[in-house]
């Protein structure tokens, strides 16, 4: 350390004085070692270039090299590049003489590249003519000091800038800080609110227990969070999301509450819509089933309470599927709109309305102290719906169907009811539609075959379990077959054969008729080729289709295909359609019976009289044969009344240019009457009963191809 060593003048002395003072200066010297050697701070010696003398192990250790590798590096080589002009002004002024030394804060380089704060005092050391000679630095590590500040600024930054409300009161719940996020939120600035308790931001709104909850989760576990309501200097109310935290000390005293929240409106908000859409249907904006579970629930609480009877009324539109399909789904949606609205119109405040999905309603008639009023209700609604609707221009009508079921007569719970209730609006729909019926425990056993019925159908198509049986129909003047008319039948593995009037009204209101009336087609032209590859005589086969089949625009393409598919000629297949299918759309139906009947197919008219012809149209439809219903044909012979009318009817189709089918013909003076009027065509099992495919066969084949049906016939009758 030459800075520490003793001049030349003063050694030469040392030698000529006494020896006591060399003792003493060679302690003070060594003393000056020691304390160099062993400071905790960091010690540099460097030349007036900046080169390093001499460092102390602190030092070296503060930049993570060894003192020997120090000597010779410049001070500029271990100073962060941004801060080396920081020294440079200084250390001139030194050097001028004009100041003897400087402190400042600055960043070293540690050898592993990492930065090191370091706050340095320099002074400068001069010979005897004032010339400077070498520079000592001390240098303490003050990185942690640094860290730490950085941090606190840091978190005041984030304090002030974070985009939730904090506000900070003491132990005593006064408010010592907020940062800008709670001025933005609450309209209060911070001088409005110091020393305040943070109360004066409740709206008043949030229940006592709330808070109650709140400080004794605090006391428990030091934290809480909720929602409550407050209030903004401005007066609004808002909710908010709030969250608390206790702080202490070492002792684990209370010092301060921190808190911060976050305005929820939008959050509440958005939370209420998704829950209003979860319980409202977003068509007609009723109830849904979810809600009506609920809803229905507390009414029936509220009865029990009170011992009031309870009315819940199921509302399902007749036809609306073929409305739907025929003239639009949008056409559709309009219409269930409407029938919620006229609903809702016309029940009392406290009844409950909601939609089930797609046209089935429910009405909750509450309140009720008889059955009376429960069905003065369902009879009002009864009368509006009735009424004609007008859409986009057009006027629909959908009667309903609506079935009751009471409480507590019927159930005392929401899925009793509800399953009552259905059964007894689908007793309405078996009963001719446009009405209501109150449940009767006899209908579960009807509704719970119609439920096997709905369930069942999809897989009895999907697995092939449907077979045609033909029932031949007779030329009235030869006797000779001139056709039969395919009747299709569910062969179930378990309940055995099931006829058509058990589960065609279910495949026409779930849509399934549309790809069994397709296989019905199409089996019917295999099963005509087969029997011309036999050989049997010429006869065409009669197929019945559903109006949903004829709602379909490519049905005469899908029908001209089939024919070329199967190698059949117009002239073998006939189609039917019911009377009160072919009048639901007489426009629209017209224009589809007159493109199949320029492909040369025959059409008829199944089950005339049972329907409500309008003669207008029913002259324009372009068909061939009315097909008369066996329920006139049964008691021709005992009700003078079905005799004219078989009579009329066959000559109104003789007028019309058409031929007659008569349906259901059991005995021989049946047959004969009908002769007598001038039937065309007879069916009937007094010359066959449906049969299979291959039973029509055996039956063919044991008459002589010029012998008649109904020669056989006769011979049954003898």
């Not at 520079?135 to 730490?148: F, S």
Request: aromatic content about 6%; proline content about 3%.
């Amino acid at each position: 350390m030459t800075a520490l060593n003793p001049s030349g003048r003063a050694a030469h002395a040392l030698q000529a004085g006494s020896r006591p003072l060399l003792t003493a200066l060679a302690e003070c010297e060594a003393r000056q070692r020691a304390l160099f050697s062993n400071a905790t701070v960091g010690i540099a010696l460097a030349d007036v270039q900046g080169r390093l003398l001499e460092v102390n192990e602190a030092y070296a250790r503060m930049l993570g090299y060894t003192a020997q590798e120090l000597q010779g590096m410049s001070i500029a080589e271990l100073t962060h590049p941004e801060d080396e002009s920081l020294e440079t002004d200084y250390l001139a002024a030194i050097a001028r003489g004009e100041r003897d030394s400087y402190q400042i804060e600055k960043r070293y380089l540690h050898r592993s590249g990492r930065e090191v704060w370091g706050e340095l005092a320099v002074s400068g050391q001069r010979d005897e003519r004032g010339r400077l000679v070498q520079l000592i630095g001390v240098v303490t590590d003050i990185t942690g000091r640094k860290q730490e500040q950085a941090h606190l600024r840091l978190m005041g930054e984030v304090f002030r800038q974070v985009g939730e409300a904090i506000l900070v009161s003491d132990q005593d719940n006064r408010i010592v800080m907020v940062n800008q996020a709670f001025t933005a939120l609450t309209g209060y600035r911070p001088e409005e609110v110091m020393g305040r308790n943070p109360s004066l931001l409740s709206a008043g709104q949030t229940p006592r227990e709330v808070y109650q909850k709140m400080w004794a989760a605090l006391r428990e576990r030091g934290h809480w969070q909720g929602e409550i309501w407050d209030r903004r200097k401005d007066g609004a109310v808002y909710p908010k999301l709030l969250s608390i935290a206790l702080l202490k000390d070492d002792r684990g005293r209370l010092t301060h509450h921190i808190a911060w929240f976050t305005d929820i409106t939008e959050h509440k908000e958005a939370e209420n819509r998704i829950r209003y859409l979860a319980l409202h249907d977003t068509l007609t904006g009723l109830p849904n089933r979810l809600c009506l579970q609920e809803r229905l629930g507390q009414a029936l609480l509220a009865a029990h309470r009170r011992q009031e009877m309870l009315g819940v009324i199921l509302i399902d539109l007749d036809r609306f599927k073929l409305i739907n399909d025929s003239l639009g789904h949008h056409l559709g949606d309009a219409l269930l709109v409407q029938t919620g609205a006229r609903l809702q119109a016309a029940v009392r405040n406290d009844d409950v309305v909601a939609r089930l999905g797609g046209d089935e309603f429910v009405v909750v008639v509450t309140g009720a102290a008889t059955m009376e009023v429960v069905l003065s209700v369902a009879g009002k609604l009864l009368e509006t719906l009735r009424q004609p609707y007008q859409i986009e221009g057009q006027v629909l009508h959908a009667t309903p169907s609506m079935g009751i079921s009471f409480y507590p007569e019927d159930g005392k719970d929401a899925d009793t009811l509800m399953r009552n209730a259905d059964a007894a609006m689908y007793h309405a729909k078996s009963q001719g539609r446009n009405g209501l019926q109150c449940f009767d425990p006899a209908l579960n056993a009807a509704a719970t075959e119609r439920f096997i019925l709905e369930s069942n159908l999809p897989r009895a198509l999907a697995q092939g379990e449907f077979v045609l049986h033909y029932q031949a129909q007779i030329d009235g003047q030869s006797g000779c077959l001139m056709g039969v008319e395919a009747l299709v039948r569910w062969l179930d593995p378990e309940r055995g054969l099931v006829p058509p009037d058990r589960f065609i009204s279910v495949a026409e209101e779930t849509g399934l008729i549309v790809p069994l009336g397709a296989w019905v087609l199409e089996e019917a032209c295999r099963q005509r080729q087969a029997w011309h590859r036999q050989g049997l005589p010429a006869f065409r086969v009669a197929v019945n289709l559903s109006v949903l089949q004829l709602r379909q625009a490519d049905f005469p393409g899908q029908v001209a295909r089939l024919l070329e598919r199967h190698g059949l000629t117009a002239a073998d297949l006939e189609l039917e359609i019911t009377e009160s299918a072919a009048m639901g759309n007489p426009l629209e139906t017209i224009e589809m019976l007159n493109k199949i009947k320029a492909m040369g197919i025959s059409m008829a008219i199944d089950d005339f009289g049972t329907g409500y012809s309008s003669l207008a149209y029913l002259k324009l439809l372009p068909i061939d044969s009315l097909k008369l219903d066996r329920s006139f044909v049964k008691d021709i012979e005992t009700s003078q009344d079905d005799a004219v009318i078989c009579s009329a009817t066959i000559a109104l189709a003789h007028a019309l240019g058409l031929s007659v089918v008569a349906e259901g013909v059991e005995t021989a003076a049946q047959e004969h009457y009908l002769l007598r009027q001038g039937c065309d065509y007879l069916q009937g099992y007094l010359f066959s009963k449906p049969l299979t495919a291959t039973e029509l066969e055996r039956l063919l084949g044991s008459l002589d191809a010029r012998l008649c049906l109904r020669s056989a016939a006769d011979r049954r009758q003898h």
